[in-house]
């Protein structure tokens, strides 16, 4: 029986077929291929060949079944990153920390709160949706942060508030401050008799 990492263990190629029956993987690490394009190389000139030649077959009916190539518009509305958005109460949507402003569609704007779908294609385009349909913006500035309103309020110097005198009562010794103890007497606690 062969051990589980045994190449022949669960092959589709039957025993005896060599390394050329062997996956693509395997030989590639037997030839100490170490990058993606000497992977590429190989697999174009040495391993597709053989394979393609081992395992190509006549078709039974002359018919071509495969469907035409899509469009390229058909392509470029299937090959975009959708990220769903809520627009604001000012009809900004921010999108990877950037800002948009969403414009009027005849005299009218999607409603605050509406969700959008915010379409990004790989060479940078954007494209903001509302219901299926595309709608138009324009990048705006975001907000100042709040921090930054806060160090200018900072810098601006609060005046600080005045010192009490030395003989200001808040500098006394407290128990200076009891009426008793002027007199030097504590006063009593009458006990009440019933």
């Given at each position: 029986m062969p051990a589980p990492g045994d190449s022949h263990h669960g092959s589709q190629f039957a025993a005896g077929e060599g390394a050329s029956g062997e996956k693509p993987r395997h030989e590639i690490r037997l030839k100490k291929i170490k990058t993606h394009a000497e992977a590429n190389l190989f697999l174009e000139k040495e391993y597709l060949p053989e394979h393609n030649r081992r395992f190509r077959r006549n078709p039974a009916q002359p018919e071509d079944y495969h469907r035409a190539a899509p469009r390229a518009a058909e392509l470029e509305d299937v090959f975009h990153l959708e990220t769903g958005r809520v627009l604001g109460n000012d009809w900004v949507v921010r999108h990877d920390n950037r800002y948009f402003q969403v414009q009027a569609q005849s005299r009218q704007y999607a409603p605050a709160k509406g969700k959008v779908t915010v379409c990004e294609w790989e060479d940078g385009r954007l494209q903001i949706r509302y219901r299926g349909r595309a709608v138009s913006w324009e990048e705006i500035p975001g907000p100042v942060p709040a921090e930054a309103v806060r160090t200018s309020e900072a810098k601006a110097k609060k005046p600080?508030?005045?010192?009490?005198?030395?003989?200001?009562?808040?500098?006394?010794d407290y128990r200076k401050m009891r009426p008793w103890s002027k007199l030097g007497?504590?006063?009593?606690?009458?006990e009440m008799s019933g």
């Open positions: 600080k508030p005045p010192t009490p005198k030395a003989d200001h009562p808040w500098r006394q007497q504590v006063p009593r606690i009458q």
